[in-house]
T-cell receptor, first 109, second 113 residues
Framework: EDQVTQSPEALRLQEGESSSLNCSYTVSGLRGLFWYRQDPGKGPEFLFTLYSAGEEKEKERLKATLTKKESFLHITAPKPEDSATYLCAVEEDGQNFVFGPGTRLSVLP | NAGVTQTPKFQVLKTGQSMTLQCAQDMNHEYMSWYRQDPGMGLRLIHYSVGAGITDQGEVPNGYNVSRSTTEDFPLRLLSAAPSQTSVYFC????????????FGSGTRLTVV
């Protein structure tokens, strides 16, 4: 069964303390892996798309990387405004998306 | 502001009642979809549409109906509400079916008692 897992479930960082979030997936034919950010009471907001192993994308303090089995979202020197839930989703060949449960990130000042 | 508009934001229903969650987008997107989000679980696809007049089932379609008579609107109908349908519902749209550039609405929080 296709599955997307994310770890950790929740992460607390001090402002400036860099870390990484993990998204692991088991799909037979990956078409794309997507990262979204979700703030409380709002819908997810698109961040990145990764299509092939070795690909990297960057946006401000965030960098997403992809291997054949997992993706990492690296957060460098985070600020309190980076606090949110980060979701990953995978698209399998010819199918719709499977979302992971998310990682709740809290960045303390 | 351009985007996806969902109404209502909050709703409480009694078991057995029916209702329609509204979703409208003004970006001329062909692809629209409905998800539900439950604690500890990822977003799960209920129904989707690749264009006006075309709809299909997602992962968890039971108890829900959709229609797509125009490009802009994609309402979700709960036929006979059950407590298991208590959830937050999100509508999303995109120019394409892939995940790039999905725009989500702000959600409808539904409680069935």
């Amino acid at each position: 069964e296709d599955q997307v897992t994310q770890s950790p479930e929740a992460l607390r960082l001090q402002e400036g303390e860099s870390s990484s979030l993990n998204c692991s997936y088991t799909v037979s034919g990956l078409r794309g892996l997507f990262w979204y950010r979700q703030d409380p009471g709002k819908g997810p907001e698109f961040l990145f798309t990764l299509y092939s192993a070795g690909e990297e994308k960057e946006k401000e303090r965030l960098k997403a990387t992809l291997t054949k089995k997992e993706s990492f979202l690296h957060i460098t020197a985070p600020k309190p405004e980076d606090s949110a839930t980060y979701l990953c989703a995978v698209e399998e060949d010819g199918q719709n998306f499977v979302f992971g449960p998310g990682t709740r990130l809290s960045v303390l000042p | 502001n351009a985007g996806v508009t969902q109404t209502p934001k909050f709703q409480v229903l009694k078991t057995g009642q029916s209702m329609t969650l509204q979703c409208a987008q003004d970006m001329n997107h062909e692809y629209m979809s409905w998800y539900r989000q439950d604690p500890g679980m990822g977003l799960r696809l209920i129904h989707y549409s690749v264009g006006a007049g075309i709809t299909d089932q997602g992962e968890v379609p039971n108890g829900y109906n959709v229609s797509r008579s125009t490009t802009e609107d994609f309402p979700l109908r709960l036929l006979s509400a059950a407590p298991s349908q208590t959830s937050v519902y999100f509508c999303a749209s995109s120019a394409h079916r892939d995940g790039y550039g999905y725009t989500f609405g702000s959600g409808t929080r539904l409680t069935v008692v």
